[in-house]
C-alpha cells in the first residue's frame, strides 16, 4: 500500500520547537517533490513548505518563512519538517504530500497520496 505517514506532533509552548517527520512506506520518496500542509477546523488547508526530489529546492510561506525548516534523508526515505520558535497561530493538523515536479507554489491541489496527518499544538 502506497502512503505516507506523518509523526512528530504534540503540545508545546509558544517559542517551542518540533519536528515532523514524513515517512513514505510501500513506494521511494527521491522522485517526489513533498509538501508539508496544515489545516484548522473552518480553514482551507494551507501549504506550509515544499522541497523538491533532490532537496535543493525548497520554498515556504510567508508565514512561517525564517522559522521552520524542511529537509529530507532519502536514505530514510523520510522528510522532516523542523518547526522553531511556535506561535499559537501554528497549532493545527499537519500533512504531508506528493507531487511529481517542483515549482514555486505549494498549492494543496496540486498535490496527492495524503497522510493521515499530525496534530500541532502551540499553548502555554
Known amino acids: 500500500q502506497l502512503q505516507l505517514v506523518e509523526s512528530g506532533g504534540g503540545l508545546v509552548q509558544p517559542g517551542g520547537s518540533l519536528r515532523l517527520s514524513c515517512a513514505a512506506s510501500g513506494f521511494t520518496l527521491d522522485y517526489y517533490t513533498i509538501g508539508w500542509f496544515r489545516q484548522v477546523p473552518g480553514k482551507e488547508r494551507e501549504g506550509v513548505s515544499c522541497i523538491s526530489s533532490s532537496g535543493g529546492s525548497t520554498n515556504y510561506a510567508g508565514s512561517v518563512k525564517g522559522r521552520f525548516t524542511i529537509f529530507r534523508d532519502n536514505a530514510k526515505n523520510t522528510v522532516y519538517l523542523q518547526m522553531n520558535s511556535l506561535k499559537p497561530e501554528d497549532t493545527a493538523v499537519y500533512y504531508c504530500?506528493?507531487?511529481?515536479?517542483?515549482?514555486?507554489?505549494?498549492?494543496?491541489?496540486?498535490?496527492?497520496?495524503w497522510g493521515q496527518g499530525t496534530q500541532v499544538t502551540v499553548s502555554s
Open positions: 504530500a506528493r507531487r511529481n515536479y517542483f515549482s514555486g507554489s505549494c498549492a494543496p491541489a496540486t498535490f496527492g497520496s
